[in-house]
């Protein structure tokens, strides 16, 4: 926590050259509605044409004791006229809605950036609850920051005076009072918050009135009133970007989307068997919504249900698809080797967060690596397939269907709570550029009689739905025969499976691995998977300004691996694997390919930031 | 079903398939084999469009004999497999072959829901009152002072009751049966008529583990004085008509009665769609009681999968499926100018 005597260095006021991207952080009380807040400056920053990147930050509880400094929720948006990758390192502007939010987030705020503090929610209570014994807008303790003092809760109450609400129903329209101010000072457009508010109360008019009135409040105020210091209005030009359609997405839409695709691809029923838990839930409500695109879902009675009832769907003829988040994969585990043994085709969403167990439902680590590849009991290869993005889980989840249905295998997709959460522009794809790769059912005996464990060129075994005539057969968990699939527990014959199952899996067609940036040999590569692609993408990038000798490398197929990774990697005097989790990637890229890969670790809950990984790669190469 | 074309009449033999049955010489097992086996053709259904899920235990090998689809899945978890197969195609006759273990042990929570959920399908739950596969420990319905391996100086925990437990869980159908008794298939039929989840307990001797555990009522000397067979509609009588079974209106409890001069007047009768009575019947203790036997209780009540599929269409009709339409959802915004190079 940055504190009153820190004093602002040469060095970090270089550090902070003239932003060609803003970022923005609301943080208030986990009831002051940050995360509304933050969705809606994302989308009004969208619409004007900035890239962006997001960073929801919030407790676990729902409504977390008031005041407190564990109940801070807080949103962070990077946004600008360059591409942007991460949320930011840190905030230019900080709005704090409270003692708390102002003391668990100003250390991170820019030397020189702005304050926004609701003077209102400053009382001795409040001052106590955050730990401070003084309030720290009067003394100099925030003196290498501007500070920006208002009653945001008089203001508020103030502006919804006409509408005749309670003291308290009126209070909950200051966080649209503060957005109005954030779209006054970065220029924003209020059209689309107006429409979204007056949608969204569609059954309460007076307070979708109230809460308008509220947001033009908070905008006339930025355009009227004497601000002091350097506030004022700043408008940030439109990234460049290519042309075409945008919209924003969340990983978690981008998934639910990428599934749909896959199973219209594959001309397939989707059938999606899930149970709650943060922060997978997000996915089985947007399926939920899309009925008339041949997806069923099912709210199971728990994780285990899900799967079992996703994989009994796969058998009927359906595409089973499951999600989760780290404990409930644990749970799934069993079902996936049921899945693996059978050779029936299933996706399993993984949004990781923190853990181990419980651990931390909310914040973002990248630590199920070892779960998802090695995560079972057995022998029982399984394809892993990670997404960088938000944007990328849609092709991801395309891809998961692909390797699922073609190789007759599950197959584990890894998001992460950051992606799940975090929104960004995506240029809408054009669903025609994907090459459809529809399933065929066996529906006949073949010549030669049929066998359900017989073999194509892939290794996969033939699909029969239940129904059919002639095919009739059992399956199972227990060892079978090559071929006939009868129950066998001769040694030669487990030997035989299960060489079967790694060497199919094993065969998997995936794409050779590309160099995200810099040469394809060198000094000193940084290899990813995942959330981390933006600040690693950014830190190489600032790197190679520097003229070092670096280059980024990011796996999205964790299992099989592409074929010329291994001799990629051995070309570079070094590597690098920063990774939100204690060094998964780096062993098993050890195990791999013999290879001296260093690790560079963080489980913080937090996301990298751009200069930690950048300092990295100066002590690499140093 | 909803196929609704006539099914060529099948034999036995047609639905047996060319596995070699595992079980121990004189299980329980083999005769429900037999009794499903000599029931399937008589239910007007192909063999093509039935499946037979299992979780894992003696019992659950099952789907393995017969000549249909089968499921042979993981431990508990066959309610849950099931699930998904029906919702994926309704067509399918679903039948979940599980025991006291499997049913009410590990997989208790999916047997609960299956029940209220109230899926279409035959659940056919083979109770021996212990752990056969994994070599006799003492099982959910084991009763006290039973003595196993993990339990030497004999159980001290009470039995669950798969009746009581499935009608709490709102099935829909309860029935009970006897492995070897002759009344075994008409049971089955009734089950399967039954449209929604079909609870039926098979008492079934662990000849190995558990060998003669239901003597008490199954044994030929004591059956006739200690099974209720229970029929809609007809007095509840059993011991050759001496006996039936009568409300206690003082204490709104069953009370037996002897039956004189074939005067049944006092004697309840049977009503399937009566839930009070099935209450009364399966937690009947017996000993005092004879054991309730037959179709204790059947009022079908809309399933599962039939909803499931009737909000699908209701949602999805006059919606016409345009992925490139939904991808572009959302507010969204034109870039049109060439990308120029930072």
Redesign the interface.
């Known amino acids: 926590m940055a504190t009153a005597a820190h004093l602002l260095t040469p060095e970090e006021a270089s550090a902070n050259p003239p932003p060609e991207a803003i970022v923005v952080r609301f943080a208030g009380d986990s009831g002051d509605g940050m995360q509304l807040t933050g969705g809606q400056f994302t989308l009004s920053t969208a619409l004007a044409g900035n890239d962006l990147a997001t960073f929801p930050d919030f407790p676990a509880e729902i409504r977390a004791p008031q005041g407190t400094l564990f109940g801070v929720s807080a949103f962070q948006i990077n946004f600008g006229s360059a591409s942007i990758e991460t949320a930011g390192d840190q905030p230019d502007v900080l709005v704090a809605m409270n003692p708390a939010a102002l003391q668990t987030n100003v250390g991170d705020l820019k030397p020189g950036g702005l304050i926004i503090a609701d003077e209102g929610e400053f009382n001795d209570r409040n001052l106590a609850k955050a730990r401070y014994d003084s309030n720290p807008l009067d003394g100099d303790g925030l003196a290498k920051w501007q500070l920006l003092r208002l009653n945001i809760s008089q203001l508020t109450l103030d502006a919804v005076k006409p509408f005749g609400l309670g003291n308290k129903e009126a209070l909950r329209c200051k966080n649209m009072w503060t957005l109005g101010l954030a779209l006054w000072m970065f220029d924003r457009d209020r059209e689309p918050i107006v429409d979204w508010l007056k949608a969204k109360f569609a059954k309460a008019p007076e307070l979708a009135e109230a809460n308008i009135a509220a947001l033009n409040a908070g905008h006339a105020y930025g355009e009227t009133a004497e601000l002091g210091g350097q506030v004022g209005q700043l408008h940030v030009p439109a990234a460049p970007a290519e042309p075409g359609l945008y919209r924003t997405v969340t990983g978690a839409e981008a998934i639910s989307l990428g599934l749909v695709a896959g199973t219209q691809l594959a001309d397939l029923p989707m059938f999606f068997g899930g149970y709650p838990i943060t922060p997978a839930s997000a996915i089985l409500h947007h399926l939920s919504r899309l009925k008339e695109y041949g997806v069923t879902t099912f709210q199971a009675e728990d994780e285990i249900a899900a799967i079992a009832s996703a994989l009994g769907a796969s058998y009927a003829g359906q595409l089973g698809v499951t999600s989760s988040s780290g404990p409930g994969i644990a749970l799934k585990g069993e079902a996936i080797g049921l899945a693996i043994m059978t050779e029936l085709p299933l996706v399993i969403v993984n949004s990781q967060r923190g853990g181990p167990s419980t651990g931390l439902p909310t914040k973002t680590e990248q630590s199920d690596l070892y779960q998802a590849v090695y995560g079972r009991n057995g022998d029982a290869p399984m394809p892993v397939v990670a997404a960088r993005s938000a944007a990328d889980c849609f092709e991801c989840a395309i891809e998961a269907v692909r390797i699922a249905t073609q190789y007759m295998t599950p197959v584990m997709l890894l998001t992460d709570g950051y992606i799940a959460n975090a929104a960004e522009p995506w240029k809408v794809p054009d669903v025609d550029s994907f090459t459809p790769f529809p399933v065929k059912f066996l529906a006949d005996v073949p010549d030669g009689g049929f066998l359900p464990y017989a073999r194509d060129e892939k290794l996969a075994r033939p699909w029969v739905k239940p129904g059919t005539p002639g095919l009739l057969h059992r399956i199972g968990g227990i060892e079978k025969k090559a071929g006939t699939g009868n129950i066998d527990y001769s040694p030669a014959n487990h030997q035989e499976m299960t060489e079967l199952r790694r060497d199919k899996i094993a065969g998997v067609a995936v794409p050779d691995q590309q160099v995200e940036l810099g040469e394809a040999s060198g000094k000193l590569v940084v290899v990813g998977w995942g959330s981390t692609f933006g600040p690693i993408h950014q830190a190489v990038r600032r790197a190679r300004r520097k003229g070092l000798d670096v280059a980024h490398v990011h796996i999205r197929h964790i299992w099989p691996m592409p074929r010329n990774l291994g001799d990629l990697l051995k070309g570079y005097e070094k590597i690098l694997v920063p990774e939100m989790n204690t060094g998964q990637l780096k062993t098993v890229l050890r195990d791999q390919y013999l290879v001296d890969a260093q690790p560079l670790n963080k489980v913080s809950g937090q996301p990298f930031r751009i200069a930690e990984i950048e300092a990295a790669i100066e002590s690499a190469l140093g | 079903m909803n196929d609704m074309t006539p099914v060529a009449k099948s034999s036995p033999k047609d639905w047996e398939?060319d596995?070699e049955v595992r079980w121990c010489p004189g299980c329980g097992d083999y005769a429900i084999l037999k009794a499903v086996q000599r029931t399937m053709p008589d239910l007007g259904v192909?063999?093509?469009?039935t499946?037979f899920?299992s979780g894992?235990g003696c019992s659950s090998r099952f789907?393995?004999y017969?000549?249909?689809?089968?499921?042979?899945?993981?431990h508990g978890?066959a309610?849950?497999?099931?699930?998904?197969?029906?919702?994926?195609?309704p067509?399918?006759d679903v039948w979940i072959i599980t025991g006291d273990g499997d049913a009410l042990s590990i997989g208790g929570?999916?047997t609960?829901?299956l029940l209220r959920r109230n899926l279409d399908c035959q659940l056919l739950l083979f109770n021996n009152e212990i752990y056969g596969l994994t070599k006799g420990q003492y099982s959910p319905t084991s009763r006290v002072g039973t003595r196993s391996p993990s339990t030497p100086f004999g159980s001290v925990d009470r039995p669950a009751s798969p009746c009581a437990f499935a009608l709490g869980s709102g099935a829909r159908f309860i029935a009970r049966g006897i492995d070897v008794h002759k009344s075994l298939p008409s049971v089955l039929k009734a089950a399967h008529a039954h449209k929604g989840a079909s609870f039926v307990e098979i008492f079934q001797n662990c000849i190995v583990y558990n060998d003669d555990v239901f003597e008490p009522f199954t044994a030929k000397p004591n059956a006739a004085g200690n099974q209720l067979w229970v029929e809609h509609g007809k007095p509840m009588l059993f011991a050759g008509g001496a006996k039936g079974i009568a409300l206690d209106r003082d204490r709104l409890a069953l009370k037996v009665v002897d039956v004189v001069d074939g005067d049944t007047s006092e004697v309840l009768v049977h009503d399937q769609a009566n839930r009070m009575i099935a209450h009364l019947l399966v937690e009947m203790p017996f000993g005092a009681f004879p054991m309730a036997l037959g179709v204790i209780y059947d009022d079908p009540a809309p399933t599962f999968e039939s909803a499931?599929v009737a909000?699908?269409r209701q949602?999805?009709e006059g919606?016409?499926?345009n992925?490139?339409k939904?991808?572009?959802?959302?507010?969204?915004?034109?870039?049109?100018?060439?990308?120029?190079v930072?």
């Open positions: 398939t596995q192909k063999p093509e469009n499946v899920v894992i789907p393995y017969m000549e249909t689809y089968g499921f042979h899945t993981i978890r309610c849950a497999v099931a699930t998904g197969v029906k919702l994926a195609n067509d399918l929570n999916h609960m829901h499931v909000q699908n949602i999805a919606k016409t499926p992925l490139q939904l991808l572009s959802q959302g507010q969204t915004w034109m870039v049109e100018k060439e990308p120029h930072i």
